[in-house]
């Protein structure tokens, strides 16, 4: 049997005991918290989104051959001057991605100022004239209408693309030698200007650096139909900027 003394050494132990189990057990259930919380999850970035309408400014430079007197007339020999110069103009397009593959459309029209000139003696079936022309020679405006297709990563996109062209081109001559311009059935007119269709093709890389803003560098090889064998090509190498409206 215990003794009286025994027993209250007993029961303050048990009371220490108590108090302790109740002072511990927020510790022990932070602790159990901490032992099934599992980590956060690390948000995975965002992949840029290529589908929308948009509309933007380009520039760039063109430099290739045009035959004057293919504007002058269709009856006289082909001839070919070499061009270059500068372009500006506006950009729209429409365009879907499925997965990695983008498909679009784009339209564009250009204020150009690609020029030459240079000294000609027109010829019918390789037999002269009679009159030496000082021409100058110019794509005033080019237009396309074209669909692109290409491989989106992430914010980057590389594309070809291929289409319609309309080329404004102007032709006028100068007499320095020979019939004058205006001889009726020699050299009727020295001016002229008119558009023609043609076709582009090329290709290009651009770059979403804004959730709605994209720029892009291009090369386009448009070659414009006439009355005969045309020669009239442009080489063009521009940069443009595009602002996305955001998904269909």
Not at 33 to 46: M, Q
């Amino acid at each position: 049997m215990f003794s009286t003394e025994g027993m209250h050494h007993m029961k303050r132990h048990l009371k220490f005991l108590a108090g302790a189990a109740v002072l511990l057990s927020p510790i022990a259930a932070h602790a159990a918290d901490l032992a099934v919380k599992a980590p956060p999850e690390t948000p995975s970035a965002a992949v840029y989104n290529w589908t929308g309408l948009y509309v933007g400014v380009n520039g760039g430079w063109g430099w290739g051959q045009q035959d004057p007197l293919n504007l002058l007339g269709n009856r006289f020999d082909r001839s070919s001057f070499n061009i270059n110069g500068g372009m500006v103009g506006g950009t729209f397009g429409a365009q879907i991605q499925q997965g990695a593959i983008v498909l679009g459309f784009e339209s564009d029209i250009d204020w150009a100022d690609i020029r030459g000139s240079g000294v000609t003696v027109p010829s019918i079936a390789g037999v002269p004239i009679g009159a030496t022309l000082d021409v100058t020679t110019k794509m005033e405006a080019i237009a396309t209408a074209r669909v692109r297709a290409g491989v989106g990563i992430n914010n980057w996109l590389i594309y070809a693309t291929g289409g319609a062209a309309f080329i404004k081109e102007t032709a006028n001559g100068t007499t320095i030698a020979g019939f004058p311009c205006g001889t009726a059935g020699v050299l009727p007119g020295c001016s002229e200007s008119h558009w023609r269709p043609g076709l582009a093709v090329g290709g290009g890389a651009e770059w979403g650096f804004a959730s709605n803003w994209t720029a892009k560098a291009e090369y386009l090889y448009i070659a414009a139909a006439g009355t005969g064998v045309s020669v009239d090509h442009v080489n063009v190498v521009r940069a443009g900027i595009n602002y996305k409206f955001g998904a269909f």
